[in-house]
């Protein structure tokens, strides 16, 4: 279908599908860079993540270097329509130095900000609190002995000092993200002291004001982790408690809820306490496994959330999900494009009409119009989209992603 056809099939429901596009070139999502290499990073050792969090497969093709990351992401980048920012963490440090993570410095991550000035976009950051030794346990920031706390307490002010300088070098604030995977596999007998350390250690690390035109602090909450099924420090409770009452964003990450619960439904009563909100899209089966996010209904209803509570200003859309069973760089891509897509599908639902009929308790139009809403030509505006922003759609995108794929196939 033409664009001009779909244009005027919206335009009869009062849609504007040019404004809706104009929209949705402004929204930055913030592409995390573990994607691309399994969650390894380029620290001076060997092993894996840790922390419960585990990328599956052996796909040809990891990128092995922070030169051979950022060639997948300038690709990656290319095949997403828009401007768009990258989320670093710490592990991805690009240096011939071999620092611990309390001795981190902003030189050793020039090469990225150099890059993302040359680029012209946006970088995120987390301090890296797994894959170490000092982590083994499972504890870090809430662990018993003080100076396994303090050594992550140094490591977490240094990322909010180097976020800040980031986000004072591009001229966008950096969101510093922080998650850590504390918990116990049994149950404990105190939890309440160890979310008092967490506490305490986390007040330590926030302690020193930062402009937030360059940086902000935000938490991530976790339900549980293998290996820390039975309780997670960091629940939601926890960090939404604190996030309210020291005023950090607080992230939501998809996978980290009860597996029935809507994180959807969660953004407009956390964002009646919050200044701004941190997402972390991703998409659970089973268990916190994030797989590539699909453009599914979890998706659509936050994005249809997002666009309708307004919340679009003070939400950063970030995206956590890895997958090593596929090409890498596609996997991005496609991520990418279906929160992108899901963004714009709910910029082209007639959103007034339908909180009309909602305040009218006429609950039939409302089911009426969201169904027949389906049909819809969404894919015509999308491809209007790519093509404004001249990337490739359907047969060339896949072409292009395969060409890539069979590029970096030889990295062993
Ligand atoms: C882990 C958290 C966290 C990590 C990244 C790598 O369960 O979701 O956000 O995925 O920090
Ligand atoms: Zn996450």
Not at 37 to 66: C, L, M, W, Y
């Amino acid at each position: 279908m033409s664009y001009e056809t779909a244009k005027a099939a919206f335009a009869e429901w009062g849609v504007d599908t040019d404004a809706a596009l104009d929209r949705l070139k402004t929204i930055p999502i913030s592409m995390h860079c573990w994607q691309g290499d399994d969650v390894v990073g380029f620290e001076q050792k060997s092993g894996s993540s840790g922390g419960g969090i585990q990328a599956t497969g052996n796909h040809p093709g990891r990128a092995r270097t922070p030169d051979e990351l950022r060639a997948d992401l300038e690709f990656a980048y290319a095949m997403i329509p828009g401007k768009h920012r990258l989320n670093l963490h710490a592990m991805y440090l690009d240096t011939n130095e071999n620092p611990d993570r309390d001795e981190i410095e902003y030189r050793h991550f020039a090469p990225w900000i150099d890059w993302a000035k040359g680029q012209g976009i946006g970088l995120d950051f987390n301090p890296t609190f797994f894959a170490h030794a000092k982590a083994d346990d499972n504890l870090t920031l809430s662990h018993p002995d003080q100076g396994i706390r303090d050594f992550w307490i140094e490591h977490g002010k240094r990322s909010r000092d180097i976020s800040a300088r980031m986000g004072a070098a591009l001229g966008t604030a950096c969101v510093n993200n922080i998650w850590v995977p504390d918990g116990y596999k049994d149950t404990p007998i105190d939890r309440m002291s160890a979310r008092a350390r967490l506490e305490g250690s986390l007040d330590a690390m926030l302690a020193a004001p930062q402009d937030k035109a360059q940086m902000l602090d935000a938490v991530e909450s976790k339900l549980f982790g293998i290996g820390v099924e039975a309780c997670t420090v960091g629940s939601h409770e926890f960090y939404m408690g604190y996030a309210i009452r020291k005023g950090t964003l607080l992230c939501l990450d998809m996978g980290h809820f009860h597996p029935t619960e809507n994180v959807a439904d969660k953004l407009s009563s956390v964002a009646l306490s919050l200044d701004e909100i941190l997402l972390h899209v991703s998409r659970p089966m089973r268990w916190d496994s994030d797989h590539v996010i699909l453009l599914n209904d979890d998706i659509l209803q936050m994005a249809q959330e997002l666009v309708s509570a307004d919340l679009l200003d003070r939400t950063h859309i970030g995206l956590d999900f890895f997958d090593a069973t596929i090409s890498r760089t596609a996997a991005w891509v496609i991520g990418t494009r279906n929160m992108q897509k899901a963004l714009l599908r709910a910029l082209l639902m007639p959103l007034d009409a339908l909180k009309t009929a909602e305040t009218a308790l006429d609950y039939t139009t409302r089911l009426t119009v969201t169904e027949e809403f389906k049909d819809m030509p969404f894919g015509a505006i999308w491809n209007e989209f790519a093509r404004r922003e001249d990337v490739p759609d359907g047969q060339a995108l896949l072409k292009e992603l395969e060409h890539y794929q069979k590029s970096v196939s030889g990295r062993n």
